[in-house]
């Protein structure tokens, strides 16, 4: 859905449909394509009470799911959010029908405290819309990054990406620091725990002077080889932590370099296409999406 389709409940919304340009990839020096992005900004005094990232949840349940829906639930603070939201709203009568597929445990857990019917997801399963909490999202692009701060095996990059990507349609919902051109910080990548040095060591010459490679841990202090009690997956995976000490120039560019090492399962990078990011601040929501601008409005 366009933004420029969108009904929300705000007095004055501001408007703006804007270019951003993209910076060039790491390496090769390739550039990744422009995408146009549209914004809609809700001004604070829209806003009824509660936090910003309350306020982003509930405006993603009303704006986008509607009942009979196939719904991907994601994890993290304005995703369980969401997932109470949608408890009351099913509660109440005002939605019906509707199936929840978790992306992890936890939210599984939540889900079901709300009470929201539980399904299982399966390769090629119709969802129909998901939504879920992102580490960073690059500016422009909208191209995000998921699983940086969840240390237990209860949780899988994999499964999460598998629904996001399975989705009709998917919204992030971040707070305003989230979302920045130039980002840096961790990128968790799985490898294979047999040959996971192997995979370190051609990371690591990837991006020799930019980042460092660790091993996760599952108790203890993180450090290049993970402790004595590395981090498996529940699908037998390490887990590695690619720490960027500088600007990332290009998500798309380093999770094509991270595709291309033996031994790499997956990462935690994911680029969708349609992606619409919700924004929190103080001063109310951004909703910023990369459709085009003359997309066909659904009725």
């Given at each position: 859905?366009?933004?420029?389709?969108?009904?929300?409940?705000?007095?004055?919304?501001?408007?703006?449909?804007?270019?951003?340009?993209?910076?060039?990839?790491?390496?090769?020096?390739?550039?990744?394509?422009?995408?146009?992005?549209?914004?809609?900004?809700?001004?604070?005094?829209?806003?009824?009470?509660?936090?910003?990232?309350?306020?982003?949840?509930?405006?993603?349940?009303?704006?986008?799911?509607?009942?009979?829906?196939?719904?991907?639930?994601?994890?993290?603070?304005?995703?369980?959010?969401?997932?109470?939201?949608?408890?009351?709203?099913?509660?109440?009568?005002?939605?019906?029908?509707?199936?929840?597929?978790?992306?992890?445990?936890?939210?599984?857990?939540?889900?079901?405290?709300?009470?929201?019917?539980?399904?299982?997801?399966?390769?090629?399963?119709?969802?129909?819309?998901?939504?879920?909490?992102?580490?960073?999202?690059?500016?422009?692009?909208?191209?995000?990054?998921?699983?940086?701060?969840?240390?237990?095996?209860?949780?899988?990059?994999?499964?999460?990406?598998?629904?996001?990507?399975?989705?009709?349609?998917?919204?992030?919902?971040?707070?305003?620091?989230?979302?920045?051109?130039?980002?840096?910080?961790?990128?968790?990548?799985?490898?294979?725990?047999?040959?996971?040095?192997?995979?370190?060591?051609?990371?690591?010459?990837?991006?020799?002077?930019?980042?460092?490679?660790?091993?996760?841990?599952?108790?203890?202090?993180?450090?290049?080889?993970g402790g004595d009690f590395p981090l498996v997956t529940k699908e037998g995976h390490n887990v590695l932590d690619v720490i960027f000490t500088s600007p990332i120039l290009s998500l798309n560019e380093v999770s094509k370099s991270l595709d291309e090492v033996d031994g790499v399962i997956d990462?935690?990078?994911?680029?969708?296409?349609?992606?619409?990011?919700?924004?929190?601040?103080?001063?109310?929501?951004?909703?910023?999406?990369?459709?085009?601008?003359?997309?066909?409005?659904?009725?």
């Amino acid at each position: 859905m366009a933004l420029a389709s969108m009904a929300i409940a705000s007095s004055n919304p501001l408007y703006s449909s804007l270019t951003l340009p993209t910076s060039r990839g790491r390496g090769g020096g390739s550039s990744t394509r422009r995408r146009r992005t549209h914004c809609l900004k809700i001004t604070g005094s829209s806003l009824a009470g509660g936090s910003a990232l309350f306020q982003a949840a509930h405006h993603t349940v009303d704006t986008y799911i509607k009942s009979g829906m196939v719904i991907g639930l994601g994890s993290g603070q304005a995703s369980d959010m969401a997932i109470q939201y949608i408890g009351l709203q099913l509660g109440a009568g005002a939605l019906k029908d509707i199936v929840g597929i978790p992306m992890s445990i936890a939210c599984a857990s939540e889900a079901a405290k709300a009470g929201i019917p539980l399904g299982h997801y399966e390769y090629c399963s119709q969802i129909d819309f998901a939504f879920d909490d992102a580490d960073i999202i690059e500016e422009g692009t909208l191209i995000s990054v998921i699983g940086r701060t969840r240390n237990q095996g209860e949780k899988s990059i994999i499964q999460e990406k598998s629904i996001l990507n399975a989705a009709n349609k998917l919204v992030f919902m971040i707070t305003e620091n989230q979302y920045k051109s130039g980002p840096d910080g961790s990128i968790p990548v799985l490898v294979n725990s047999l040959n996971w040095m192997q995979a370190a060591e051609e990371i690591d010459d990837l991006f020799l002077g930019d980042a460092e490679v660790w091993r996760r841990p599952s108790i203890g202090i993180a450090g290049p080889k993970g402790g004595d009690f590395p981090l498996v997956t529940k699908e037998g995976h390490n887990v590695l932590d690619v720490i960027f000490t500088s600007p990332i120039l290009s998500l798309n560019e380093v999770s094509k370099s991270l595709d291309e090492v033996d031994g790499v399962i997956d990462h935690g990078i994911i680029s969708k296409f349609p992606c619409t990011v919700v924004i929190a601040s103080e001063s109310g929501l951004s909703v910023v999406d990369n459709l085009p601008k003359n997309a066909v409005k659904e009725p």
